[in-house]
């Protein structure tokens, strides 16, 4: 199994920054691709970016493009999710997940951390 500890979610104004952080702990070795995900009260959880754990190549959701960055340091077993220009809709809980080797969905979730911008 893989453990996440997501940190770095919190209060911002519109068009400000935020940066999160996951640690992935436990059978790392098994990580394909790690991604982030929110869910906005009484809207489905949605996918905002994912990264290939080995090459390194992304993918970012519409509402994401041009303004978040996910990055990766294997090193720390580390994914990031780097938040600029945001918005009052980018409010909800932003979780990160992996999606181990042979899978074909995520398999293990963080707890989740708060991300409420304000107008």
């Known amino acids: 199994q893989v453990q996440l500890v997501e940190s770095g979610g919190g209060l911002v104004q519109a068009g400000g920054s935020l940066r999160l952080s996951c640690a992935a702990s436990?059978?790392?070795?098994?990580?394909?691709?790690m991604g982030w995900f929110r869910q906005a009260p009484g809207k489905e959880r949605e996918i905002v970016a994912n990264i290939n754990w080995n090459s390194g190549s992304t993918y970012y959701a519409d509402s994401a493009k041009g303004r978040f960055t996910i990055s990766r340091d294997n090193a720390k077993n580390t994914v990031y999710l780097q938040m600029n220009s945001l918005k009052p809709e980018d409010t909800a809980v932003y979780y990160c997940?992996?999606?181990?080797?042979?899978?074909?969905?995520?398999?293990?979730w963080g707890q989740g951390t708060q991300v409420t911008v304000s107008s």
């Open positions: 997940a992996t999606r181990p080797v042979g899978r074909i969905t995520y398999a293990y």
């Open positions: 436990g059978r790392t070795v098994t990580i394909y691709y």
